[in-house]
């Protein structure tokens, strides 16, 4: 009954231009997204189901991001949303999310693209995804990739986590 955690790690980056190396973070960010894709549009269609209520921490400052001026001015980095009681015009595409939310008796729409997502936690089943490495500069939120993977003093990835532990219930 234990919660798992998955890690990824490399002894050097992987770019995709190296044919002799499998992107594997590049393809796990897709896969998680995919996933936070596909649960955003059965909610989208069906609503929630039971307890299920989702914590989506995102990057402010990420291309596409469009929220009010007052909420960026109040989280210029990023900003946790709860989706649960009242939502309203959720709707997903393959880029993001739009959703219109309660702020203080105040009805506001947000845009949150996949790629600005941090965290996405579904507490009432002990679920959570936390995207360790954000990449601002590559259109496909992926780390900046190194020019030469050869050379010793690039900076090295730090290794990918999925760990469901720091959302884990203490009851």
Wanted: aromatic share 8%.
């Amino acid at each position: 009954t234990g919660v798992q955690t998955c890690a990824l790690r490399s002894a050097r980056p992987m770019t995709s231009e190296d044919p002799d190396t499998i992107a594997y973070g590049r393809l796990m960010h897709r896969a998680m997204r995919g996933l936070i894709q596909t649960v955003l549009t059965d909610v989208a269609e069906r609503g929630l189901p039971g307890e299920h209520h989702f914590f989506v921490t995102f990057d402010t400052r990420a291309e596409g991001v469009d929220i009010a001026p007052w909420l960026h001015d109040r989280y210029p980095e990023e900003m946790t949303i709860v989706i649960q009681n009242w939502f309203d015009g959720l709707s997903v595409d393959d880029d993001g999310f739009s959703i219109t939310l309660n702020f203080g008796d105040s009805p506001e729409p947000l845009r949150i693209p996949f790629n600005a997502i941090q965290t996405f936690v579904d507490p009432s089943v002990e679920f959570g995804l936390r995207f360790e490495t954000q990449g601002h500069d590559d259109p496909d939120g992926e780390p900046p990739e190194d020019d030469d993977p050869e050379d010793e003093d690039a900076p090295h990835h730090d290794a990918e986590v999925v760990s469901l532990d720091t959302f884990r219930k203490t009851h």
